[in-house]
Structures are given as structure tokens and as C-alpha cells.
């Protein structure tokens, strides 16, 4: 009976105090109805209403308080608040009723408002709500349980907002943002907030007080994935480090802590924790045996963190694999880690296709792993590691990189010494270095990381004099050794050496590396190397002599070039040549060139097709117009030099037993040599004419790439989202167009070339827009005069109008173009047929404007009585303009 009795006395008092927030002018009465409102709040500090009344108000009307008051920022009874009273009353009803709600409220308000003195009031309460530490009684309410019935979007929005804190302020505050806002303050202090949650955890349950560390374990998560584990960890770590060191209690509820991950957060969390802990007795007190619980954890431990990866310091390694070594549950795991590592490390792929960090890695694992044995385990494993001895010595021995034989040699000699410590061991010579002395020192997994290298070096210093001493080869070895032996050669011995030091060294600065392999001779070998061949070296020489054997082999390229373009046209730059891309597209011209119509249809079928990516299609575009530019071109033979010119700065050498010259004649050829000559007269080469060898072949590049433009594919749409390539494609049409000038097929080319483009000459990208205005240019530059009218009759109106409109001025165009395209756009369609006949009749070889305009004089007559025409009789009309043919 209590409950309905109560909800509707709060909401009757509620909206009363509401009613009167907003029609009151009056502020003493504003400051009433506010503290009023305030003794609702569950704060401690009054004692007016029950705490049965308070729930009620918080669980229904307190989110409905709020939004009102965000909602009246610029109210005037807000205004007329001063400070004291603006803290006490509005700021108030943030920092004392239900943390979640506020914070929810709070965070949407700065997401809507835009920039003012409201969204400054509510950024000032968000930073007292942090500085207030309403994080951590938000994390504590959650960890009484007191919402278990809250709904799951209502949770995640929640934790998105608490994670993302930082963003949004970011993203809405810039550049006013708060530095309490920024990662660098808000993580640590996320941190801090979460040890206090813990620490008031651990007391509840000392008193005997259930507690949930779901939602705790939800934003440790959280906050990991989206990469700030860093941040959290270097100041969560070190106290829970300390705090677990004496205390059973707070390793449990640590233990819980990590055991409540969610298992799709579960590797940013441990990833970060290890790598912040110091020391495996650490890690194993906070982690506890949670490997041996969570497979995910499992998995990133003793798999993707030593196998996978190898971005971990030896000093995480060492608490790595230590933690594994601390607790007997755990120890078959690190028998598990040995044998995977064994395996890795004595496969001669792994050597041959990982990089030399990775192995270095790897061994620097293996060799913690056999420090951390026992004598049982080591027995138990012997087996494996006699084999991985063994297998990977040998593999990485045959390799040619020094550093991986010398990795392969101190890991040898660390296994030999720990698998036959009485027995016969290997030894190995090699130069100490960091590395070295790096390797050694993880056969001892309990030194620290910082003692590691100084502890190592003094020790090594005498072993290395020692060695140095033993072989006669190395720098430093004693050289009067053989003199002590052989007095009687100590004059030899000393004149010898006196000689040798004497030798001048042999200057091998010219010298060249040997090519490993020579460059193809044929085209099909060419083919097959680019095709199967996998030596780099092979691969390169083949494309670099390509375009070379194409174009001087011209059958053998016929005969395999559109073989050799498929080829060309998926190949990838797997071995990183230089100028790849120059290499390949210079190959495919050359086939274009050679073997031009097979070549172009693939190429131009090809470029439809499905299964290419936009970079293949838009390199297809790319040959096609550089092949026909090359077409179009005189043929030139090469190495031949012009009729009539004469080199004139070619220095000409005198005789030895010549006689010498006047200075005049010295300074006259200087002259001579200096000075460039532009022409000489009738010394110029002439012009000889030749054949364009792109015109009869115009309409195999051009037709086919207009046959499938508007059918979309799976991974293609040329008129919907792929607009770079219909850009290219309008370009590529309107080059290969005007390239055609001239030709047969150029006034078909050009009339299907503005049907294509008048559709998408208002496309949304710029791309395409510049390339319709190129093709429309391309088009009246090359279709003849006389074909534009009776093939464009329709279209020429409305191009000069779009033209206008673009504001491009037809200077480009000749003056029978100009005028044709200018009459026409102004007379009635009834007239277009007489003016193309007067423009027919007129002098088709008019060479200046005045003379175009001269011919078409009867026409302007005719257009005179063009009234008189259409109204005169059927007869009538027919004699007038007979007569004005016949004239």
C-alpha cells in the first residue's frame, strides 16, 4: 500500500515544484522551489523526507529534474543566481543524486549544445563531477548490485561513455577543451577511481558484504580495446602490485577481477597488464590461475604473445614465462610453451620467411623456457630438445646472414650445456656482442634485466682475451710467438713481414657486383620467368628486357602477346623493384604497339570484366592512350641524323703533328661551338609525310569501351561509386578521339563520344565534369566541318548552350566551326536544312573567317524573305527557291 501511495505523492510534489520553476519570475521563490527539490537527493544531509521518498525520486523523476535543468540553461531565474547559490542549488543536483544518471545527462548535453555559456556551466560541473570522485561512487553502486534490473543498452551506453569520455569532449569542446579531459589526466584518474572501487570492495567483504565486480571488469575491457591499456595500467599496475603483495583478500579480488573480463576484451587486458607488471611473483598474485581457466588467456599467454608476436621486452618475456613457472597447475602449460617453440625454432620455413627480430625472439624464448626447467621436466623433454638442437643449428649454419648463424650458435652452445652438463658440449667461435651477451643471459631467468649486461661483460672480457691469445688470426694475438720458437728465422721472418707491409692494396673501387643471373634472350623465356619464375633477381632482369624484346622481335610478339599482356596486366611488385610501374606499362605499349588488335581487345574486354581492382583497370586506360599516342606518331628511324644539319658544337680533336692555328681562327671556332643555331635556311631537314598508323585502327580502341559502361558488377560501377575511373574513361575516349583526327571513322568516333558524355555532363565529381569538357573539345576539333550539322543537328544547340554556360570560349575552333555553331543555335529548327545547304554550296575551302562569311551572303538574303516564303503559295514557294539555288 506504501508504494503507489508514495510514487504519486512524489510526482504530484514534483511536478508542482516544476510548474513552478517555469512560470515563477520571481527568484526568492526559484531558490525556495530549488532546495526543495534538493531534499529529495540522497545525500545524507537532510532528514525531511524518508529515504523511501528519496529512492522514488531518483529511480523515476531525478533524469526528468535534469534534462529540465540542462534544458533552461538560459532561463532567468537561472540567471539571476550568483555564485554561492548557483553551486549550491544547480550544481548540486549533479553532484549528489544518482552518479550514472548525472553523468548520462551530462555527456549528452556536451554532445548537443553547441558553443556558449550553457555548454560552459555544464563543462564546469562534468570537471567537479570528476574532481568530486563521482567515478568511483558511480563504480561502487555497481558494485552493491543496486542495478542488476537496468536494461543492457542502458550498460553499454554507460561504459561508451565513461571510455569515450575523452573523444567526445575532443570532438565538441576543441579548442576549449578541458586538460582534466584529456587521456593523459582522465585514464590515470580512471585508474585511481577503479583501486578505490577495489579497496572499498575488499573491506565489504572483510564485513561480510556481497559485492559485483561485473561492471568494474566491463570497463577494464573497454578501456583496453580501444587502446588506452597503457595509460590505465602504468598507473592501476604498481597498486595492485603493492596492495596484493601481503593481502589474500585483495589477490581474490583481483583474481575475480580478471576472471569477469569479457572474453572479446580479455587479450587487450592481459597484453596490458603484462606488459606493465614487473616481475612474475607479481603477475602471478594478480593474474592468479587464470590461464588455466580462460582459454582466450590461455591462448594469448603461451600462443600469440611468443609465437605470433615479437614486440615484447626480455624483461616481459622473463615475467612471462616465470608467471607460467610459479604455480604447479601452471608448470604443464610451460612444457607446452617448450615444445611449440622447439618446433618453430627448428623449422628451416620459419628461418628462411621470418625476419631476424623474430628469431631473436623466438630464441630468447626457448632459451627462459630451458632456464626455468627442472631436472624432471628436462628429462621428460630431452628428446625435443636434442631434436631442436639439432634441426635448428643446422638450418641456420646454412644460412647467409652472420647474424642468424651467430643466434644459432649461442643457442646451441646454451642448449649443449644444459643437456650435457658432464658430458662433451658444443662450442662454438663467434664475436661477443649486445646480442650475444643478451642471448647468455636469459639461460638465467631470475637475473633482473637491469643487472643483465653490466654482470655479463666483465665476465666475458677475459674468456674473449683468452680466445684471442689461442688463435694466431684474430687482432691481438701475440706475433712473437714464432720468433721465440725459430731464432733462426728471425731475420726471414722480419724481412718478410717488412715486404708485406710494403704491398700497395689493389684499388677495387670500380669493381661490380656479378649479376647472378643473365637477362632473357627470347621473348618466351621472358614469359616464362615473369610467369613462374620465383628468383627476384630473374624476375627483374626478365621486365626490365621486356619492352626490348618486344619491339625487336616482332613476330615472336605477335605470336605470344596477348598471353604476355594477361601476364603483364596481374603482375604485382612481389620483390620491390625499382620503377616497377614504368617497367610494366613500357612493356605492355610495346605489345599494343607491335601486336595491336588481339592486344587492344583483350585489353579493352578485360576492362570490364569482373575479378580487377580499379588500379588494373585505370593502368588498362593508361596503355591504351599512351599506345595510341605512340600510333599516331611518324615513324622515325632512330640513330640517323637529319638531312643538312651538322653538329655545331661538336669538338673536333687536332693532330698530333699539326701546325698550330691562329688565335683568331681558336677564338672563331669557340665561337662557333658556343653559339645555337635555331635554323639555317634551306639547311633544315625537310618534313617527309608518313602514314598515321592509328587511323585505321581508331575504332578498336575506341568502341569497344563503350559497349558495357552502363552494366554494373559485384565489384564494379562505372556510372555509380567508381567516378575516378569514369573520369579516366571520358578522358582516355576524348584523347583517343582527337588522336583520330583525320580518319575515316572520326565522325562515328565523335558522335558516339558526346551521346556517352551529354548524359553525365552535370556529374557530381569534378574528375568527370573537367573530362566531358575535354571530350566535347576533342569532339568539334576533330570531326570535319561539314559532318557537324547533319550529325549533330540535334546536339549542337544544346553543346554551345552548356558551353556558354561553362563560360568556355570557342576559340579553339576554326572560323567555319565557330560560325556554324553560332547560326545554328539561333535559328529555328525549320531553318537548320537550308543553312547547312548554303554552308554546302558555299566555298568549302575558305581559308579566313571573311570569306566564310562572304559565301554565306545569299543565305542572309534568303533569310530576308524567309516571311515571304512561308507565306506565299505552294507553287510560289517552289519557283523562289529554285531561284535561290540556281543563284
Same mark, same amino acid.
Given at each position: 500500500m506504501e508504494g503507489p501511495d508514495t510514487e504519486a505523492e512524489v510526482r504530484l510534489e514534483v511536478n508542482r515544484h516544476v510548474r513552478t520553476l517555469c512560470t515563477s519570475g520571481d527568484a526568492v521563490e526559484v531558490i525556495e522551489t530549488l532546495k526543495l527539490l534538493t531534499c529529495y537527493l540522497c545525500d545524507g544531509s537532510n532528514t525531511e523526507f524518508s529515504e523511501t521518498l528519496m529512492k522514488e525520486f531518483n529511480r523515476v523523476h531525478y533524469t526528468r529534474i535534469l534534462k529540465f535543468l540542462t534544458s533552461n540553461l538560459q532561463a532567468d531565474w537561472l540567471q539571476r543566481l550568483n555564485a554561492s547559490q548557483h553551486r549550491e542549488l544547480w550544481d548540486?543536483?549533479? $553532484?549528489?543524486?544518482?552518479?550514472?544518471?548525472? *553523468?548520462?545527462?551530462? *555527456?549528452?548535453?556536451?554532445?548537443? /549544445?553547441?558553443?556558449?555559456?550553457?555548454?560552459?556551466?555544464? @563543462?564546469?560541473v562534468l570537471e567537479l563531477y570528476l574532481q568530486a570522485g563521482r567515478l568511483a561512487v558511480l563504480l561502487w553502486t555497481r558494485c552493491q548490485g543496486s542495478n542488476s534490473s537496468e536494461s543492457p543498452q542502458l550498460r553499454e551506453m554507460l561504459l561508451g561513455r565513461l571510455v569515450s569520455l575523452p573523444d567526445i569532449t575532443a570532438n565538441h569542446l576543441h579548442p576549449h577543451n578541458?586538460?582534466?579531459? $584529456?587521456?593523459?589526466? %582522465? %585514464?590515470?584518474? =580512471?585508474?585511481?577511481?577503479?583501486?578505490?572501487? $577495489?579497496?572499498?570492495t575488499c573491506r565489504a567483504l572483510r564485513g561480510g558484504q556481497d559485492c559485483s565486480l561485473g561492471f568494474v571488469a566491463q570497463l577494464l575491457g573497454k578501456t583496453c580495446i580501444q587502446g588506452h591499456s597503457k595509460l590505465l595500467f602504468r598507473e592501476l599496475a604498481p597498486r595492485l602490485c603493492s596492495s596484493t603483495r601481503s593481502d589474500m583478500v585483495w589477490q581474490r579480488v583481483c583474481w575475480r577481477l580478471m576472471e569477469n573480463v569479457p572474453e572479446r576484451w580479455m587479450e587487450s587486458v592481459v597484453v596490458g597488464l603484462v606488459q606493465a607488471v614487473d616481475g612474475p611473483d607479481a603477475l602471478s598474485r594478480i593474474m592468479g590461475n587464470l590461464v588455466v581457466k580462460n582459454k582466450k588467456a590461455q591462448f594469448v599467454v603461451t600462443h600469440k604473445l611468443l609465437l605470433l608476436q615479437y614486440k615484447c621486452e626480455s624483461r616481459v618475456l622473463r615475467s612471462l614465462l616465470g608467471y607460467l613457472a610459479r604455480d604447479r597447475e601452471r608448470r604443464p602449460l610451460l612444457a607446452q610453451v617448450l615444445r611449440a617453440l622447439c618446433q618453430a625454432w627448428s623449422s628451416s620455413s620459419a628461418v628462411k620467411h621470418t625476419p631476424l627480430e623474430q628469431q631473436l625472439y623466438l630464441s630468447r624464448c626457448l632459451l627462459l623456457c630451458v632456464g626455468l626447467l627442472d631436472d624432471g621436466e628436462l628429462e621428460e623433454l630431452r628428446a625435443d630438445l636434442r631434436q631442436c638442437m639439432l634441426g635448428g643449428i643446422q638450418c641456420r649454419l646454412d644460412s647467409a646472414v652472420v647474424r642468424i648463424r651467430r643466434i644459432g650458435m649461442v643457442v646451441g652452445e646454451c642448449l649443449s650445456s644444459r643437456l650435457d652438463a658432464g658430458g662433451a658440449q658444443l662450442k662454438f667461435e663467434y664475436d661477443h656482442d649486445e646480442e650475444t651477451r643478451d642471448l647468455l643471459s636469459m639461460m638465467d631467468p631470475h637475473v633482473s634485466e637491469e643487472a643483465t649486461v653490466p654482470a655479463d661483460r666483465p665476465a666475458n672480457r677475459p674468456a674473449e682475451q683468452k680466445e684471442s691469445a689461442r688463435s694466431p688470426g684474430r687482432p691481438g694475438s701475440p706475433l712473437s710467438s714464432s720468433a721465440e720458437q725459430d731464432p733462426a728465422g728471425d731475420a726471414g721472418s722480419g724481412s718478410e713481414l717488412d715486404s708485406d707491409d710494403e704491398l700497395a692494396p689493389y684499388d677495387m673501387s670500380a669493381d661490380r657486383e656479378m649479376p647472378t643471373a643473365a637477362p632473357p634472350r627470347y621473348l618466351r623465356d621472358c614469359l616464362e620467368a615473369l610467369m613462374s619464375s620465383k628468383d627476384a633477381a630473374r624476375v627483374e632482369l626478365s621486365l626490365r628486357a621486356a619492352e626490348g624484346l618486344v619491339r625487336r622481335n616482332v613476330s615472336a610478339a605477335r605470336e605470344v602477346g596477348v598471353e604476355l599482356s594477361k601476364v603483364l596486366v596481374h603482375l604485382e611488385d612481389s620483390y620491390c623493384i625499382p620503377d616497377f610501374l614504368a617497367l610494366r606499362r613500357g612493356a605492355m605499349v610495346a605489345l599494343v604497339v607491335t601486336d595491336t588488335v588481339p592486344v587492344v581487345e583483350f585489353l579493352t574486354t578485360e576492362f570490364y570484366a569482373v575479378n580487377y581492382s580499379l588500379r588494373q583497370r585505370l593502368d588498362v586506360l593508361e596503355v591504351l592512350a599512351l599506345s595510341a599516342q605512340e600510333l599516331s606518331q611518324p615513324i622515325t628511324e632512330q640513330g640517323r641524323p637529319p638531312r643538312g644539319a651538322q653538329p655545331t658544337n661538336a669538338v673536333i680533336p687536332l693532330a698530333q703533328n699539326a701546325p698550330p692555328l691562329h688565335w683568331r681562327q681558336v677564338v672563331e671556332q669557340r665561337i662557333q661551338s658556343k653559339t645555337r643555331r635555331f635554323a639555317k635556311g634551306a639547311a633544315s631537314p625537310t618534313v617527309t609525310a608518313a602514314p598515321n598508323r592509328y587511323a585505321p585502327l581508331a575504332g578498336f580502341f575506341f568502341f569497344p569501351l563503350l559497349r558495357n559502361y552502363d552494366r554494373p558488377q559485384v565489384t564494379f560501377d562505372l556510372m555509380g561509386s567508381d567516378h575516378l575511373v569514369l573520369g579516366r574513361l571520358v578522358h582516355t575516349l576524348g584523347l583517343l578521339t582527337h588522336l583520330a583526327v583525320n580518319a575515316p571513322v572520326a565522325t562515328q568516333m565523335g558522335k558516339a563520344l558526346l551521346d556517352f558524355v551529354w548524359a553525365v555532363r552535370y556529374h557530381s565529381d569534378q574528375v568527370v565534369r573537367q573530362g566531358v569538357l575535354f571530350a566535347v573539345c576533342a569532339v568539334f576539333l576533330t570531326m570535319p566541318a561539314q559532318h557537324l550539322l547533319p550529325e549533330l543537328s540535334d546536339l549542337v544547340p544544346e553543346t554551345r548552350a552548356w558551353l556558354a554556360g561553362r563560360r568556355v570560349a570557342l576559340c579553339f575552333l576554326s572560323p567555319r566551326q565557330s560560325l556554324i555553331l553560332t547560326v545554328s543555335a539561333a535559328l529555328p529548327l525549320k531553318l537548320t536544312f537550308f543553312f547547312h545547304l548554303c554552308v554546302s554550296l558555299s566555298s568549302v575551302n575558305a581559308s579566313s573567317f571573311t570569306? @566564310?562569311?562572304?559565301? /554565306? @551572303?545569299?543565305? @542572309?538574303?534568303? =533569310?530576308?524573305v524567309y516571311k515571304i516564303i512561308y507565306s506565299s503559295g505552294k507553287k510560289c514557294r517552289v519557283h523562289i527557291i529554285f531561284f535561290y539555288l540556281h543563284f
Open positions: 548540486r543536483f549533479f $553532484l549528489s543524486g544518482p552518479p550514472d544518471q548525472a *553523468m548520462l545527462v551530462l *555527456m549528452d548535453c556536451i554532445g548537443t /549544445l553547441s558553443q556558449s555559456s550553457g555548454q560552459d556551466k555544464v @563543462v564546469d578541458r586538460p582534466l579531459f $584529456l587521456p593523459d589526466h %582522465y %585514464y590515470p584518474l =580512471l585508474a585511481r577511481e577503479i583501486n578505490c572501487t $577495489l579497496e572499498k570569306e @566564310v562569311a562572304l559565301s /554565306l @551572303v545569299p543565305f @542572309v538574303l534568303f =533569310l530576308s
